[in-house]
């Protein structure tokens, strides 16, 4: 196993510490596509933040997980793809938010 493995089975077994580690060493990718990704500046520097919460919440009923940072970005792409729906539509990292 390696170090990140070590750190994802952590967090899966409910290490605050082992999570913020994986979110230290990997939210920079998401901080780099969120502005491509979302026309909003607000929603741009939102979407990290939301998304490190959504695999927080999520990191324990994933099955094993390889690479943290391909799982990562995936949350991500899928956010926005959820955001673009439309407010409030099922999965949205963004109640209440109007378009």
Excluded at 31 to 41: E, G, H, I, V
Excluded at 51 to 78: D, E, M, P, Y
């Amino acid at each position: 196993m390696t170090p990140e493995n070590i750190s994802v089975a952590r967090a899966q077994s409910g290490s605050e510490d082992a999570f913020a580690e994986l979110a230290r060493k990997h939210s920079s990718q998401i901080y780099k596509c969120s502005p491509r990704m979302l026309q909003k500046r607000e929603d741009a520097e939102d979407n990290p933040q939301n998304v490190l919460l959504q695999t927080f919440r999520n990191i324990n009923s994933r099955g094993q997980i390889t690479l943290f940072s391909t799982w990562l970005v995936r949350v991500a792409i899928n956010a926005v793809a959820v955001y673009a729906v439309g407010p409030d539509s099922p999965g949205d990292l963004y109640p209440g938010r109007q378009h």
